[in-house]
């Protein structure tokens, strides 16, 4: 009965201690998975609040860089006309100014009386004058006065011829101012629609850069947080599947011990059920000796024992055989029960036992 307690209660801390453990497993394969989703989901949606607020920034970087050359253009579009008469004004210049344009052209005789049509006037009336002068003096020209004429002709030729000149070359420079002045405007014009563009190009670019810029920076953000969480998660992880081993193994370790206790416990209760067992087997065997010491006594001489035999001249004695070393006992093979001890060095006599049984 103690051996079997032993061992029920042994099987029941093993048992307990396995179910202890079982529960241990379903405990980390319940959360550990859940740690490990949580982590990953949380990864999963900072990247993709990252990435939308990317895609919403940069659509309104977007939105504002266009404005900006939208503007830029449309700012153009009120210059376009001082831009277009600077453009033929360069046509205009460069038409003038070509071998055999008007700016390239010298002043002849035909282009003096081109610019100055009042000159054959004043040639002619120099003229008439000097044959009325002759008509009064007799109708006759003599040579002075054809002289004279012809020095009027050509002193009234080359004033007015350089008057014409001078008229001709100043037509020809008011020409060019003129077409300098738009080209000139139409350059200023066109360097401050450029500038527009440019500034406008700038302004855009800086806002899609700083767009980028911030959207990448919400990435990293986002991807550094996403592996914090995953790498938080495994630790977490690892910590509670390292602790539940931990458990794991001190539950099975007592469990071990206690089955090493429970077998030890059934092994000392059949030891003392066995000492136990010889104990009261060389009691019984102590019981016989006496029984038969006293029947022989009693049938000597001495006061009724006649055979009672002197104790120089006892024979050695030899202890009786009960059988007990053949006995069959549980948990401990045969041969192992100790004998009776025997008595004739005691008391120097060996009484008889020949009807003994030997059980």
């Known amino acids: ?47 993709a609040a990252a990435n939308q607020a990317g895609v919403n ?9 266009t404005g900006i050359t939208g503007s830029a253009e449309r700012a153009n579009e009120f210059l376009q006309p001082y831009m277009g008469l600077g453009e033929q004004a360069v046509k205009g210049m460069s038409d003038f100014m070509a071998p055999g344009g008007a700016g390239t052209k010298d002043f002849t005789f035909e282009d003096m009386q081109k610019y100055d049509p009042g000159y054959q006037f004043r040639i002619d009336q120099a003229q008439r004058a000097l044959a009325a002068s002759g008509a009064a003096r007799g109708g006759y020209l003599g040579g002075g006065a054809a002289k004279a004429a012809m020095q009027l002709a050509q002193n009234v030729a080359s004033s007015e011829y350089g008057s014409a000149f001078d008229r001709f070359r100043s037509q020809q420079n008011d020409r060019f101012g003129r077409f300098s002045n738009l080209i000139d405007m139409g350059g200023r014009v066109g360097a401050l629609a450029g500038g527009n563009l440019m500034t406008a190009a700038q302004q855009a670019a800086a806002m899609r850069t700083g767009a980028a810029q911030t959207v990448g920076g919400w990435n990293i953000g986002a991807n550094e947080y996403g592996g914090n969480a995953m790498q938080q998660a495994a630790a977490l992880q690892a910590q509670n599947a390292f602790g539940a081993q931990r458990s794991i193994a001190d539950l099975m370790t007592g469990g071990a011990a206690a089955q090493a206790a429970g077998q030890v416990g059934s092994a000392n209760a059949w030891s003392g059920m066995l ?5 009261a087997a060389n009691q019984v065997g102590g019981y016989y000796q006496q029984k038969d010491l006293l029947k022989q006594m009693q049938q000597g001489g001495y006061g009724g024992y006649g055979g009672f035999t002197p104790y120089g001249a006892a024979r050695p004695y030899s202890p009786p055989s009960y059988g007990w070393s053949n006995m069959p006992t549980p948990g401990m093979p045969q041969g192992m029960w ?22």
């Open 1 to 47: 009965m103690g051996s079997r307690a032993a061992n029920k209660a042994a099987q029941t801390q093993f048992q307990m201690a396995q179910q202890q453990a079982q529960g241990f497993r379903d405990v980390l394969g319940q959360y550990n998975p859940a740690i490990g989703t949580a982590a990953a989901n949380a990864q999963r949606d900072v990247l």
């Open 57 to 65: 920034l940069t659509d309104v970087a977007e939105r504002g860089a």
């Open 275 to 279: 000492g136990g067992i010889a104990g």
């Open 338 to 359: 100790p004998s009776a001890p025997g008595y004739g060095d005691v008391y120097g006599w060996r009484p008889g036992y020949g009807n003994y049984p030997s059980r």
